[in-house]
């Protein structure tokens, strides 16, 4: 059955709207809320910050950070963060994570700025490295050319097996989320409509080719406002997304998040059956 979330800007000029948009999102039965994450953005909130607060006010429905910006948040730091708002949300947090962008920006607060082939090298070890402290050891040791751990005595553990997904549109990064993580999240503005499903061909190769089910990695897609009821039909019907995020009206936020839950999210659902 097809999952419907929302896609919430973390605004700091009106935060309390902000926080309105995810507890409506929960309050209509929603199944996920997703945040952008662009710390050198001023008008934005931190993403950690306003997930955590997000646990605080809302009760059922699953959080994820769309995509964390990896090349800003340490890789342990970040594996540490997911699993606590997982233990304070209840097991409701899932993780999107990127390999960069605006990498200006990245390094203009100090994080890298790394080339294209050497941001993939280090999201794939940083893949290994926050899989490896939700693991259960006692104590973790990684050595990677990006990153690295020694003796680390990790925790807390995720009360649930949380999930991976990888914001992903180059073959070598497909390749990747075939091989090693748990859903692709792209968004429809990036993506030409006839090349989704050599996309998914890609990636189901991948898994296969690494001994994995192509169907246990979830397919999930970021949808602009505006977009039109028949084309949400077709991304769940026809084009094997199970997860959609749709961006609210940016004039009514909080009432497009209920018409969503109250018109679409029972066509959306009926078309995945």
């Given at each position: ?92 947090f899932e993780l999107g994570l990127g390999a960069g962008a605006f990498w ?55 009360p649930h097996s949380i999930g991976i997904w990888l914001g992903a549109y ?104």
């Amino acid at each position: 059955m097809a999952e419907v979330g929302v896609f919430v800007t973390p605004l700091a000029g009106d935060a309390r709207r902000t926080i309105e948009q995810a507890v409506a999102a929960d309050e209509a039965g929603l199944d996920l809320v997703a945040i952008q994450d662009h710390p050198y953005q001023r008008r934005f909130l931190d993403t950690f910050t306003l997930l955590a607060h997000v646990a605080a006010r809302t009760e059922r429905i699953k959080l994820a950070p769309d995509v964390a910006n990896l090349p800003l948040r340490p890789p342990a730091m970040l594996a540490k963060a997911a699993a606590s708002i997982d233990v304070l949300s209840g097991g409701r947090f899932e993780l999107g994570l990127g390999a960069g962008a605006f990498w200006e920006n990245i390094a203009a607060m100090g994080g890298p700025a790394r080339e294209p082939g050497e941001a993939v090298d280090a999201l794939e070890e940083a893949i290994e490295l926050i899989r490896l402290w939700w693991s259960g050891e006692e104590q973790i040791s990684y050595d990677g050319e990006h990153y690295g751990l020694r003796d680390v005595k990790p925790g807390p553990p995720p009360p649930h097996s949380i999930g991976i997904w990888l914001g992903a549109y180059r073959p070598r990064m497909l390749r990747l989320t075939g091989r090693l993580a748990d859903g692709w999240l792209p968004s429809l503005g990036n993506l030409d409509e006839e090349t989704i499903a050599g996309r998914h061909r890609a990636i189901d190769e991948a898994a296969e080719n690494a001994g994995r089910a192509a169907d246990d990695i979830r397919r999930l897609i970021n949808v602009p406002a505006g977009t039109e009821a028949d084309r949400l039909v077709r991304l769940v019907a026809e084009e094997r997304f199970e997860t959609l995020i749709l961006a609210p009206d940016g004039d009514d936020p909080v009432g497009s998040i209920r018409r969503i839950g109250g018109e679409l999210v029972p066509r959306l659902r009926d078309a995945s059956q």
